[in-house]
């Protein structure tokens, strides 16, 4: 799906996989990620957000959260995001 100047507000959820966001606002809504589809995101502006990260999604927050309390997890993050990434998707 694509939006063009939404504005996404308190308690609103927005599901970013499969979804294309062009001049959004995004202003106390809920952010979902699942991991499970790419999503775009251009020229959109951003408030107070919460996010909830779902499926295979969740499972990367968790390994990003585990490897940012290493003793030098934050230099270890900084070169993930620094770093080229491959995206290998699941064939079914």
Excluded: W
């Excluded at 996404?8 to 202003?27: K, M, N, P, W």
């Excluded at 957000?49 to 959260?65: I, K, P």
């Amino acid at each position: 799906m694509e939006y063009r100047n939404r504005v996404f507000g308190a308690g609103e959820r927005v599901l970013l996989d499969g979804s294309t966001f062009i001049d959004c606002t995004f202003d106390g809504c809920i952010m979902e990620l699942r991991g499970q589809q790419s999503y775009k995101i251009r020229g959109c502006k951003f408030g107070k957000l919460h996010y909830e990260f779902l499926a295979g999604a969740g499972l990367g927050f968790t390994f990003l959260r585990t490897l940012y309390q290493l003793p030098d997890g934050k230099s270890r993050i900084d070169n993930l995001f620094n770093s080229p990434i491959v995206i290998i998707a699941d064939e079914d």
